[in-house]
């Protein structure tokens, strides 16, 4: 009798007694326990000591070393840029004669003056404040771009060519900020108000000051950076009012306020990430346009708002594909960048590296972690330890575990990093980018990139339009109607694509049908539009944050097996599956992060904000003092949304996007299962993802998550940790002669290692592509790198090349890619003469 005619025995024996177990879906772990602490120290320690696995907070390499090195080696270390740090400015009212009324008193802003906040680049030195604040863990940032993530090279020489410096140049900005000042005070409505006495300066007899928020509860940077700012700005002859606050007050000032109140007129910044990236225009977008809803003001149409129109212009055109070639892309990006970088209402400074950790003990090995942005949350869906038990620490220096609304519809919902760490786990939304390559990666719904078709031209006035012939039976909601219409004949679109829904069900049991994205679709087309001027379904704020991405969508074609068909005006020639995760249809209504619930939730929230809750409080879609943000945690906002379920429940409310296509039989088993789910578990996240919160307790800072572990889950529990697994390129060294003389070629060597990921094993690349950059005022040339000998690929730079260029220094980059692995760049400089 062979082995295998026993094995296939004893499985047909165990399937018929009943005991071949079921294949496990969903998450990798069976719960998952977060709480906070409110020292970094505390959570490196309890990590050490084994009472948490992970601590998600990326400290900075002094408080790693701090520690004592028998707990140190306890620890698996995760070393990423995790943290970039800005400086925002209100440049309100941003024109001559640069001030404003404030509470009943003329208001001097000395960075209203473009000259003026623009020299603030010179005037701070971002290489010592890596080297003295950060202790050398980290590196300087001229743009939005962290250095070393693919693409990012680009930005750097965009802030080079307008002569800006990692060390500054600190006489030259206070000669230009001083000039600023004398010609502000030349103008007829400052003439004697505007005035110099003893090298300080006045306006009306008041210190022209600078309001400086300044984030209290960040110790060792933030509050350095502020201080060390703050010192040279004095050195110009304006006061600076220190205005070191705590985060929530602070950033509910700074974003939440309006900027013509002037509060504030700069800020210290600090970003997360947020993703590994392999392009940057869509936070281009975020940090220098109006799209973004960063600026100043934050698109609130009720207060004053920065704007630069032809930045904006750019930007779109880039964010949403309006272009026909990689090179028009960006040729648009890095105008748009040069544009912000001019405008000067958001200065990077640096990027602090930042310490990740894990107990090495309970971990089974490493897990996926963002090369771009540290431990997130495939960090956190990837993670095993031996009893398959998680226990995540935050840090907060206030002890709250969340800072921002869990609003799952406005702009402001669910937008810090404590609150992305954990819905992340719980929502899977269409797509998403590869923690190692930032690649767009089918998640809920799929595509196969050979049936993603582009066709573009341009059109008589010089506009990107698309050439693919939409159907006439395509639909799309019509928000003054109330009704999905056919688009009719005639229309064109750049891109079109399939794409499968990978179905299941979301936490209350429910199943996941095309409803649900057309349901999705409908609410953000309504929401957006403003039919009339009493349309209770509109919120400004929310049209400013999705309407561009919603309108390049022409039409849907639902096919006979729900599939769906996207024709959408959406165009980039660099990444096919950037193209197709553009049209990908989408459950949820909320971007950054992208987060989902159940439609009926959706539902029952647009109700209460639009028509009133049982309770009588008045709810918004956006963060603003005088309304109430909605909360599906907060329990009396969780009674408000029972009660909008029950009521509608009780009605046989159908949504009007989803008549005709859901019985009001189905919405009452739909509501019926989101107040049970309520019930059971206190709150109305109801999501999709391989976790569901279980228990939340906001006066323990304490969340409880546990796996979702319904059969309908489309992914077995360790698929993600095995997908992710790949390898990166690591470039070590660009060896080039300090100086190259002419009449000789140039030799360059290019030391490369090839890494596991995210098991970190390191060896010699032997295989790859390797190309070695020279980049001169009139473009790149570029030299392809030939292996040498394990890890080591030698170029030429011919000498007939070094003849043509004016004696001087040069930057030389060096970019390593190999299919299927993350590429891998880095530059350095030398001297021709």
Not at 30 to 59: H, P, R
Not at 342 to 349: E, G
Not at 747 to 754: G, K
Request: with cysteine; hydrophobic share 40%.
């Amino acid at each position: 009798m062979s082995k295998k005619f026993v094995v296939l025995l004893l499985v047909t024996l165990l399937a018929f007694s009943g005991l071949v177990f079921a294949v496990e879906k969903g998450a990798v772990s069976d719960i998952i326990y977060y709480n906070v602490k409110m020292s970094q120290e505390l959570g490196l320690k309890d990590v050490a000591e084994g009472m948490t696995d992970i601590f998600m907070e990326g400290v900075s390499g002094p408080t790693l070393m701090a520690m004592d090195q028998a707990d140190r080696e306890k620890l698996e270390i995760y070393s990423v840029p995790a943290l970039t740090y800005s400086l925002f400015i209100n440049p309100y009212p941003n024109t001559a004669p640069y001030f404003a009324e404030v509470g009943g008193k003329d208001f001097f802003n000395v960075m209203a003056i473009n000259e003026f906040r623009y020299a603030l680049n010179d005037l701070i030195n971002r290489q010592y404040i890596v080297d003295e604040i950060l202790g050398g863990a980290g590196g300087p940032m001229l743009s939005m771009a962290t250095p070393g993530q693919p693409g990012t090279y680009r930005y750097g020489l965009v802030a080079n060519k307008l002569g800006l410096s990692f060390e500054g140049n600190e006489s030259r900005a206070i000669e230009a900020m001083k000039n600023a000042l004398e010609q502000a005070s030349k103008l007829p409505e400052n003439q004697g108000r505007l005035v110099n006495r003893g090298g300080k300066w006045f306006f009306d007899n008041d210190p022209v000051t600078v309001r400086f928020v300044i984030r209290a509860d960040d110790p060792n940077v933030r509050v350095k950076i502020g201080e060390y700012v703050s010192l040279q700005l004095e050195k110009t002859g304006i006061t600076v009012d220190r205005l070191i606050w705590e985060r929530s007050k602070a950033s509910n000032t700074v974003y939440g306020s309006d900027p013509a109140d002037a509060i504030w007129t700069l800020y210290t910044e600090a970003w997360s990430a947020g993703a590994t990236r392999a392009f940057w225009e869509h936070i281009a977008r975020q940090m220098y346009s109006v799209g973004g809803t960063y600026l100043p003001g934050r698109g609130n149409p009720d207060f004053w708002n920065f704007s630069n129109p032809e930045l904006d212009t750019l930007i779109e055109k880039a964010y949403t594909g309006n272009f026909l070639t990689e090179e028009e892309y960006w040729d648009l990006t890095l105008t748009g960048v040069e544009m912000g970088l001019k405008d000067a209402v958001r200065l990077y400074v640096c990027f602090q590296d930042g310490f990740y950790t894990a107990n090495k003990a309970r971990m089974v090995d490493r897990f996926a972690y963002g090369l771009g942005d540290g431990l997130n949350e495939w960090s956190i869906k990837t993670a095993l330890t031996k009893d398959k038990i998680l226990f995540v620490t935050q840090y907060s220096s206030v002890g709250a575990l969340f800072m921002s609304n869990w609003d799952p519809v406005g702009p402001d919902g669910m937008s810090d990093t404590y609150t992305s760490n954990v819905v992340g786990i719980l929502s899977d939304p269409s797509s998403f980018e590869s923690p190692a390559s930032a690649i767009n990666t089918p998640l809920r719904v799929h595509w196969n990139p050979e049936d993603i078709i582009t066709r573009v031209e341009r059109d008589s006035e010089g506009n990107v339009v698309g050439s693919i012939d939409v159907p006439a039976n395509a639909i799309k909601y019509d928000s003054s109607t109330k009704q999905w219409k056919e688009v009719g004949p005639g229309l064109k679109s750049m891109s079109m694509g399939t794409y499968t829904l990978l179905g299941g069900n979301t936490h209350q049991g429910q199943p996941i049908t095309v409803a649900n994205y057309l349901y999705a679709f409908a609410f953000r087309e309504e929401w957006i539009t403003k039919d009339g001027s009493n349309d209770r379904y509109y919120e400004a704020s929310y049209e400013n944050y999705m309407r561009s991405g919603q309108d390049t969508v022409v039409g849907w074609v639902v096919n006979s097996d729900d599939s769906i068909t996207t024709y959408y005006n959406y165009n980039f020639p660099a990444s096919i599956n950037r193209t197709a995760n553009w049209g990908a249809p989408f459950m949820g209504v909320h971007r950054q992060p992208f987060i989902v619930v159940s439609w009926e939730i959706y539902e029952a929230l647009a109700e209460i904000v639009a028509n009133g809750s049982k309770s009588g409080t008045i709810y918004a879609f956006r963060n603003d003092p005088a309304i109430i943000e909605i909360d599906v945690l907060v329990p009396n906002h969780v009674k408000d949304i029972r009660a909008k379920l029950v009521e509608m429940n009780n009605n046989g409310h159908v949504p009007n996007s989803l008549k005709g296509l859901v019985t009001v039989e189905e919405a009452q088993t739909r509501y019926q299962a989101a107040i049970d789910f309520i019930d059971r578990y206190g709150h109305a996240f109801i999501s999709n993802g391989p976790y569901y919160l279980s228990k939340y307790d906001p006066t323990a800072n304490y969340a409880e998550c546990r796996a979702f572990r319904d059969p309908s889950y489309p992914y077995e529990s360790n698929y993600w940790k095995e997908y992710l697994v790949t390898v990166r390129l690591w470039i070590d060294s660009i060896d080039v002669p300090a100086i190259v003389m002419k009449g000789s070629d140039a030799t360059v060597l290019v030391r490369v290692s090839e890494i596991e990921y995210p098991s970190e094993r390191v060896s010699s690349a032997s295989r790859g592509e390797i190309a070695v950059t020279l980049i001169t005022p009139e473009g790149e040339l570029s030299f392809e790198a030939t292996l040498k000998e394990p890890g080591v690929f030698e170029a030429t730079i011919p000498a007939s090349v070094l003849e043509e260029l004016a004696p001087g220094s040069y930057n030389v980059l060096a970019i390593a890619s190999l299919e299927g692995a993350v590429p891998a760049s880095s530059v350095t400089s030398t001297i021709v003469y």
